[in-house]
């Protein structure tokens, strides 16, 4: 008797030791030391933090606290194959893991994780020039402001995106919009090779000859870890950057957008020099009844934005106005989007936002969703600090890349837009209210733009959106899509961020 237990014992423990483990196994397998196993496989600057330590807690704060994913272990890789032992060690246990970046994900579909391990990639940040300079390979952790700074000091670009505390990776599997996209194209299409751990936890280099390519260039989330990437990258041709900004309030909603439509967008055709952008607040110092509208116009190569661009809009009345001449990296500063803006705040609030990409702007609509974000602002005040963006990009450089060459399924469309409907959090009945008024205000501009398709960012997308949605609707991209994500992610272990199935 005692010679079977002893059999049937050990025979559990290498169960317990090698097997993924159903779920039966979990129940009668000792709690395994995670943190001890775990760790003698990674290198030594690398971390693991436990739930209850101060560390965690950083390393689990996001953007917005809606939808969070259930984390039982963060790993922080200190260099490219920690990501592959990580990746190996969760496989053999069966448990889910997610990578996390800048931590402004904050699509719904990540609640999905539960239990898993978070692999958080800030360590991995290197920036590494090539000897001519037409390159740089950067770390799978990188953050915006990283890759500016580091190239800007070489006398180098690329696009990325205009927020410095985001990641390259995160905005860039999806696409990623940039404020240089009108030279260049996307963040995506910068993309010459990169270090990636699939699914089997091997980590491999891939480049434009690997099949699975395509897609990661719009739908890489959901292929693997991307450990990092060489960039593209460009001489400076204007370091100089000027701005106006404006104030309008919401009797100007007309004339405003029939302006931007006709003065910047112009069919498509906006000056490859320029970038604008708007948004709806509410600041009730100001306006106590309305919303007000902000309106940036961005201009390369100058110190004063050019008066043909800004005297249609000093016409319209703003009640404020703003201006100031400098470099490149002065942008995020202007603009609100730097380290120490409110964007850039993990400020504990929920923040949910609903995507649509439209070409240009429906008068009428505008009128309809402002009051609509006034109306339902002012009946739920819990709402009032959201806010509604209207991003303008210059578009030539995203243009000039073949649509069926990458999984990106939106070159077409020229405005990016979401209403960021943010609150407290915790009470069902508000958080119904902001989904419903999200949903809403989408819908109207969707209806305006009289097409039956609607297409949606996939790195701003709230996470009910369809496929099509965010990966479009040909039903080849569909076909193709799948197909890798059968080859190469059999088991779905990168289907938590907008999976494609
Ligand atoms: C304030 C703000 C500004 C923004 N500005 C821009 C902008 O200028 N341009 C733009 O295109 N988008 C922008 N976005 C949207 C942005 O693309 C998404 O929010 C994106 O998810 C943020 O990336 P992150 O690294 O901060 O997020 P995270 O939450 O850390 O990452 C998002 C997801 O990306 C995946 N991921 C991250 N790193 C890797 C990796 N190395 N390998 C594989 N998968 C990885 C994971 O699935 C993860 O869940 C902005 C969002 C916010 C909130
Ligand atoms: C939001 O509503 C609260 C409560 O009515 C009010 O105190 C606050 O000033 C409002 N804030 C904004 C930005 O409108």
Not at 133 to 149: E, F, H
Not at 361 to 390: C, W
Request: with cysteine; glycine share 10%; aromatic share 10%.
């Amino acid at each position: 008797m005692e010679v079977i237990a002893a059999v049937a014992a050990g025979a559990i423990a290498s169960a317990c030791q090698n097997a993924v483990l159903s779920s039966w196994l979990v129940s009668i397998c000792p709690q395994r030391d995670y943190v001890k196993e775990l760790g003698d496989r990674l290198s030594r600057h690398a971390h693991i933090y436990t739930p209850g330590s101060d560390d965690f807690k950083t390393a689990t704060t996001r953007w917005s606290v809606a939808h969070a994913p259930e984390v039982k272990l963060v790993v922080v890789p200190s260099i490219e194959n920690d990501v592959a032992e990580t990746v190996k060690y969760a496989n053999e246990l069966g448990m889910p893991y997610l990578a996390l970046n800048g931590g402004h994900g904050a699509i719904k579909t990540v609640e999905k994780m539960k239990g898993g391990i978070e692999i958080w990639m800030h360590q991995l940040n290197g920036v590494e020039i090539s000897e001519d300079g037409a390159r740089a390979k950067i770390g799978g952790g990188a953050k915006t402001k990283t890759v500016i700074d580091a190239l800007w000091a070489a006398g180098k670009q690329t696009v990325t995106g205009l927020c410095e505390c985001t990641s390259i990776l995160g905005p860039g599997l999806g696409g990623g919009h940039g404020i240089l996209e009108g030279h260049y194209g996307l963040i995506s299409d910068q993309f010459v090779s990169m270090n990636i751990v699939l699914a089997d936890g091997i980590l491999r280099t891939i480049d434009e000859s690997s099949e699975m390519w395509w897609a990661m260039q719009g739908a890489g989330h959901n292929f693997g870890i991307v450990t990092s990437v060489t960039l593209k990258t460009y001489d400076i041709i204007y370091r100089d950057w000027a701005y106006e900004s404006f104030i309008f309030t919401g009797d100007k909603v007309e004339s405003l957008y029939d302006n931007i439509n006709n003065h910047l967008l112009k069919d498509g055709s906006q000056p490859v020099e320029i970038m604008h952008y708007s948004f709806f607040f509410n600041n009730p110092e100001v306006d106590p009844t309305n919303p007000l509208i902000m309106f940036f116009i961005l201009q390369e190569g100058n110190m004063v934005v050019d008066p043909t661009y800004t005297t249609p809009f000093h016409e319209l009345g703003p009640i404020s106005t703003d201006g100031e001449g400098g470099s490149f990296l002065d942008l995020a500063t202007w603009t609100g989007n730097d380290n120490n803006s409110p964007p850039c705040q993990k400020a504990g609030l929920v923040n949910y936002r609903f995507p649509i990409n439209i070409e240009s702007y429906s008068v009428p609509a505008q009128r309809q969703v402002y009051d609509l974000f006034a109306s339902a602002t002012k009946e739920t005040p819990a709402l009032n600090g959201s806010f509604f963006l209207f991003e303008g990009y210059a578009t030539q450089g995203v243009k000039a890349i073949p649509s069926e060459s990458t999984a990106y399924p939106f070159r077409s469309d020229n405005l990016l837009i979401a209403p960021v409907i943010n609150y407290a959090g915790g009470d069902a009945e508000i958080d119904k209210k902001a989904v419903e008024l999200g949903e809403n205000l989408r819908r109207i501009l969707h209806e305006a733009t009289g097409r039956e398709e609607m297409h949606t960012y996939v790195n701003y997308a709230y996470g009910e959106e369809t496929k099509q949605n965010m990966y479009g609707y040909e039903q080849w991209r569909q076909d193709k899509l799948l197909e890798l994500k059968n080859k190469y992610d059999p088991q779905r272990k990168f289907s938590f961020y907008a999976p494609i199935a």
